[in-house]
């Protein structure tokens, strides 16, 4: 193994302490965790990870030359004031999502980081599910053909988060959701040729974002669609492909996320492992045309591989693996979607 990649966040609350931390910690051959930037050292609900600084000084951050890279892990609207920082500081930064509110504020930092030398990128950890990951090995394997639909879903039943709350744009289900599952689809397909829209308020003008349906759609023949919604008692497949031959369908979440709240961390038995009951279905016909559905072992899902990316990225000079283009993409989707709800 190389030289280790040393890493600093602003930011210790739940995104850092469940969404990141947990998993550099399993890394610890190659990234090292040095400062975290809060601003209680010593407060808070989170246990205090050992060997990590943490400051409430952001030029002990800024200024420590031997730091690689500064992770924002911090409210959506603090991350195109904070980025510029790092990035005027002259450090490499990765920001979690919603990267910023809009296009413009998102295309001023990718300027900036290339006129200093150093990368930006956002944290699109979604990337490593457990339902894409499989979906893509169903894909590839050709069993079902050439895809012509896939539909992401991320459901609720919670009115009392809707009722509870006012319209914001970018404190909108949109933002806090859509930013996950539009990037997977363009992991999968790539920048759509073209958007269509139907992002609602289901109680009413002045009342928050709280449903949407999205279809993006590439050349003649395929559409994927990404759909969420606060009033489904019963809540849709997480992921559906069809294709010419055949299709695939994941009832189940990845199941990372349920396993970090209930302190199950990477790297123990069973860690975002499903359940055979909880595996995927594969429908197909073969060339013969006999008909085949058969389970399929989900492919253990794991958001430490984007850090696994990361670090080829700044200690090899590999490329990104979120591309400013695709986060410049999946941005101008949901700006564009919000538009016109008040």
């Known amino acids: 193994m190389g030289k280790e990649m040393v890493i600093a ?112 990128q956002c944290y699109q950890n979604r990337r490593f599910d457990s339902d894409l990951l499989t979906a893509k090995q169903v894909m590839e394997s050709g069993k079902i053909g050439e895809v012509t639909e896939m539909e992401i879903s991320f459901d609720y039943y919670r009115p009392e988060v809707p009722e509870s709350q006012s319209f914001h744009p970018f404190y909108s289900f949109l933002y806090g959701h859509a930013c996950h599952t539009i990037d997977q689809v363009i992991s999968c397909f790539g920048i759509p040729d073209r958007v269509q829209a139907d992002v609602r308020q289901l109680l009413g003008p002045g009342r928050m974002n709280d449903y949407f349906d999205i279809d993006l759609f590439y050349g003649d023949r395929l559409k994927a669609s990404v759909r969420s919604s606060y009033f489904r008692v019963k809540a849709r497949p997480s992921l559906v492909v069809y294709g010419m031959k055949g299709m695939y369908i994941k009832e189940d979440k990845d199941k990372q996320e349920e396993h970090l709240k209930l302190f199950v961390m990477p790297g123990e038995p069973g860690f975002g492992e499903d359940k055979p009951s909880e595996y995927g279905t594969l429908i197909y016909r073969d060339g013969d045309g006999g008909y085949h559905e058969e389970k399929v072992p989900t492919v253990t899902g794991d958001h430490g591989r984007y850090y696994d990316a990361l670090y080829e990225t700044v200690m090899n000079g590999k490329e990104p693996l979120v591309k400013p283009e695709e986060t410049l993409a999946q941005i101008k989707i949901m700006e564009d979607g919000i538009r016109g709800l008040r």
Request: some cysteine.
């Open 9 to 120: 966040y602003i930011g210790n609350g739940k995104s850092a302490n469940r969404y990141h931390i947990p998993y550099v910690l399993t890394r610890k051959d190659k990234i090292k965790v040095k400062k975290i930037f809060t601003h209680h050292p010593g407060k808070g609900p989170w246990k205090e990870v050992p060997g990590v600084e943490y400051v409430d000084d952001m030029d002990a951050v800024l200024k420590d030359e031997e730091i690689d890279v500064v992770v924002l892990s911090t409210p959506h609207d603090t991350h195109y004031a904070l980025s510029k920082q790092v990035l005027m500081a002259g450090k490499n930064c990765v920001c979690e999502k919603p990267f910023t509110q809009t296009v413009e504020q998102a295309e001023e930092l990718f300027a900036l980081a290339k006129e200093k030398g150093v990368m930006i």
